[in-house]
């Protein structure tokens, strides 16, 4: 299992990953997201450079806002064409899959069209990563797309999309945490993790572990039992580092310890 974090998207990309170097990570979740990060600014051969400066792997990241599901074809051709910008990069830094939200906002339109319309972009999507060596996996999201039942209605139709756990969100907006019925579901096609902690309900806090409800041990279970020993940032945004440091040593202990 290896441990990861993320930069932020309005910091200098090179010092955020020389400070995760630093610091002992195993990867950054590299999200290609303006002001600092974005797609079009990024010199790869720099932040490859630093990569290997840092002894770090990557995992690539996109904005979570992008309008794939847009009724306006030009803007949902918008969102495709950045995330096909953002696998070029990846595929530049020899980074294996990268991951993609579901969009969830598209007014006065009913379920179905929303989900077709995701089917539709990922579809464009998944076609120019198999073609850069890139896979694409989704990410659940509070509300929306945050069950298995739910996530089914994206999974199903698009057997190469892999997917992307985050466990944070899987406790947001739902009466227990889902993690454990999507793990059920599809963790044969579990590709990455986000573990951080919140206090349920609605608001998406981004704590250090043991901070709220999230029961960070009974998940890091649940990942072992169904095979997965790959990759889990942390996605712990605090201005104090150590609670960011906390968490890392916190899950290497109940993962090797199996608490």
């Known amino acids: 299992m290896l441990i990861g974090a993320m930069n932020h998207p309005a910091e200098d990309v090179l010092r955020e990953i020389r400070w995760m170097g630093e610091l002992g990570f195993d990867f950054v979740d590299l999200t290609l997201e303006p002001p600092a990060a974005a797609s079009w600014k990024l010199d790869v051969e720099a932040v490859r450079q630093a990569l290997d400066d840092a002894g770090l792997r990557a995992v690539g990241h996109t904005a979570w806002y992008l309008p794939l599901a847009s009724a306006i ?130 608001e998406d806090l981004h704590l250090p572990l043991g901070a709220g409800t999230v029961d960070a041990p009974l998940h890091a279970r649940a990942l072992r039992d169904c095979g997965y020993d790959g990759t889990i940032t942390l996605e712990v945004f605090t201005p104090d580092r150590r609670h960011l440091l906390y968490s890392r040593d916190a899950l290497r202990r109940m993962w090797d310890e199996g608490e």
């Open 73 to 202: 074809e030009e803007i949902r051709c918008g969102a495709v064409a950045e995330l096909k910008r953002c696998l070029d990069v990846f595929r530049g830094l020899g980074v294996a899959w990268m991951n993609v939200h579901p969009d969830r906002h598209t007014p006065w339109h009913d379920r179905r069209f929303v989900v077709e319309r995701n089917i539709v972009s990922l579809r464009e999507v998944i076609a120019h990563g198999r073609e850069c060596g890139v896979g694409v996996m989704i990410e659940n999201l509070p509300r929306d797309f945050n069950n298995a039942a739910q996530l089914a209605e994206i999974l199903d139709p698009l057997p190469e999309l892999g997917l992307h756990l985050d466990i944070g969100h899987a406790n947001l907006h739902v009466p227990a945490n889902t993690t454990g019925e999507i793990l059920a579901r599809f963790g044969s096609r579990l590709r990455h993790v986000h573990l951080h902690d919140n206090r349920g309900g609605h």
